[in-house]
T-cell receptor, first 111, second 115 residues
């Protein structure tokens, strides 16, 4: 399993863009990169998944450089309700990989 | 679909008692996961099933913990006997196809307090 490293916490203000970078130097060829969001007292919720380049959905964008050794989750114009813990996961579904969560990044959005 | 359903939402029990947590995965999902979350250790994967068969239980802390999936729509996580250090939020999640090529859906969790 590729190990991931991400900042423990980040502060931001409403309306700003938040970028969270995750390092995964040992990512394997078949590995996908997935991000989850967890609000207090709730289970994690899937945000976005990608393999390379850029992926965008209604919630976030995921930027993956060519070497895939890192990825950046971008949350545009955050609001107070985006305060949560964000987890970066790397793994290969075809191998029946475990969904293993690291420590996550605690994002606090201030008014 | 109502999503992954866990019961109970909260459980308070005395040390030494048996505790059973229940999970109903999303219909059609063939992977089911049990997680435990604490402030100290974060989200830990305890065990996961594929097509009702346990695939990896290496995260189960000790023999006091056991999990079953008698059919595709029901799973249990049992702790016997329970100890105060088992106090945590226990999440169940389900997914389908490749684990990382699709999203996993989590239940609301069961908050277990062992006194």
């Amino acid at each position: 399993l590729a190990k991931t490293t991400q900042p423990i916490s980040m502060d931001s203000y409403e309306g700003q863009e938040v970028n969270i970078t995750c390092s995964h130097n040992n990512i394997a060829t078949n590995d996908y990169i997935t991000w989850y969001q967890q609000f207090p007292s709730q289970g994690p919720r899937f945000i976005i998944q990608g393999y390379k380049t850029k992926v965008t959905n209604e919630v976030a964008s995921l930027f993956i450089p060519a070497d895939r050794k890192s990825s950046t989750l971008s949350l545009p114009r955050v609001s107070l309700s985006d305060t949560a813990v964000y987890y970066c996961l790397v793994g290969d579904g075809a191998a029946g990989n475990k969904l293993t969560f690291g420590g996550g990044t605690r994002v606090l959005v201030k008014p | 679909d109502a999503g992954v359903i866990q019961s109970p939402r909260h459980e308070v029990t005395e040390m030494g008692q048996e505790v059973t947590l229940r999970c109903k995965p999303i219909s059609g999902h063939d992977y089911l996961f049990w997680y435990r979350q604490t402030m100290m250790r974060g989200l830990e994967l305890l065990i996961y099933f594929n097509n009702n068969v346990p695939i990896d239980d290496s995260g189960m802390p000790e023999d006091r913990f056991s999990a079953k999936m008698p059919n595709a729509s029901f799973s249990t996580l049992k702790i016997q006997p329970s100890e105060p250090r088992d106090s945590a939020v226990y999440f169940c999640a389900s997914s389908t196809l490749g684990l990382m090529n699709t999203e996993a859906f989590f239940g609301q969790g069961t908050r277990l307090t062992v006194v």
